[in-house]
């Protein structure tokens, strides 16, 4: 239990969020404000991401999985930033999209390190925020 107490430590750091350990799984509590614009209405929320790994096994790997709300212009960015991090994508890295208009929810899973998994996901909310703020 010491070392998945360890690396949830590590992945919150990596992820700047809250992490919660509930039996042998870590769940990142990961926030992002956001601003929709629909027609001639707009308004902000809150969004909560459910990031997580499970099962972790000797050799330092776990189940990871996240499910991400983006805004359509976000998209290309932050997959883009997946793909092109310095630490390559695993082979049985998945991921899937379901959209609408004015929201996309990205849902990714992968059998890796977290840490890895964390590093990665920061770097594409990085991307995101970046362009936001240009």
């Not at 700047?16 to 042998?24: F, M």
């Not at 379901?98 to 390190?113: F, G, H, W």
Request: charged share 25%; with cysteine; aromatic share 6%.
């Amino acid at each position: 239990m010491e070392q998945l107490e360890q690396l949830a430590e590590q992945v919150g750091m990596l992820m700047n969020s809250e992490v919660e350990l509930q039996a042998g799984e870590c769940l990142i509590k990961r926030k992002r404000n956001i601003n929709i614009s629909s027609r001639d209405k707009s308004f902000s929320c809150t969004l909560d991401h459910d990031i997580s790994f499970k099962n972790l096994k000797d050799n330092g790997k776990a189940y990871n999985q996240a499910e991400i709300f983006l805004l359509p212009g976000e998209l290309a960015s932050f997959i883009n930033a997946l793909h092109r991090h310095p630490i390559p994508l695993p082979t049985n890295y998945q991921h899937r999209i379901d959209s609408n208009p004015d929201i996309i929810c990205v849902y990714l899973s992968s059998e890796e390190a977290p840490e890895n998994f964390a590093a990665r996901l920061s770097a594409a909310f990085d991307a995101i925020e970046q362009k936001t703020l240009i």
